[in-house]
């Protein structure tokens, strides 16, 4: 059902619409939908897609963490795609470093950090744990990087993948 309503021509439209326009296209979508959405960005590979909440990894059985693994590196694929780190409070309660660190090195690994921004899914992750402590465990999964990876996590990337223009240091 799902992949027959994104193949219809509506849609096909809408995302020719937003190239069109110049935009770029938030996507929440969960795993089982990865494929036919990367069929239907694939027809417009002018298009950024941004991934929301890192793809939504809420199956974490091994079935489920395969079909998201597969979706994921399909999506960052096309031309286009980026993802945003953040949203682990809706598949991990409480977030934890120790739960939350293989899926940020998996979507970083697909992606790769010219690609990914962290972000936050506040003020609804706050149902789940503190600002603060959501964002130092995705801090600390980073921590290996370079200093220029995670200037561009933490905030390069947004600048050049949203096209906000704004003067940023360091």
């Not at 938030?26 to 959405?37: G, I």
């Not at 979507?107 to 992750?125: E, K, Q, Y």
């Not at 959501?134 to 990876?149: F, Q, R, Y």
């Amino acid at each position: 059902m799902l992949a027959n309503v994104l193949r219809s021509q509506t849609r096909v439209n809408i995302i020719r619409s937003v190239v069109f326009y110049g935009l770029s296209f938030d996507l929440q979508a969960y795993a089982n939908q990865f494929a036919a959405l990367a069929e239907l960005i694939a027809r417009q590979p002018d298009i950024q897609v941004i991934i929301n909440h890192s793809g939504m990894p809420v199956d974490t059985d091994l079935d489920g963490r395969a079909l998201w693994s597969a979706g994921m590196k399909r999506l960052a694929a096309l031309p286009g795609g980026a993802a945003k780190i953040s949203g682990f409070g809706f598949v991990h309660r409480p977030p934890t470093l120790d739960l939350i660190r293989p899926y940020v090195h998996e979507v970083i690994d697909a992606f790769g950090c010219d690609r990914c921004m962290i972000a936050s899914d506040f003020p609804t992750d706050k149902l789940f744990g503190s600002f603060d402590d959501t964002l130092g465990a995705l801090a600390v999964s980073i921590e290996n990087l370079t200093d220029i990876e995670k200037h561009n996590l933490w905030g390069r990337n947004a600048n050049r993948i949203y096209r906000l223009g704004l003067p940023l240091t360091s």
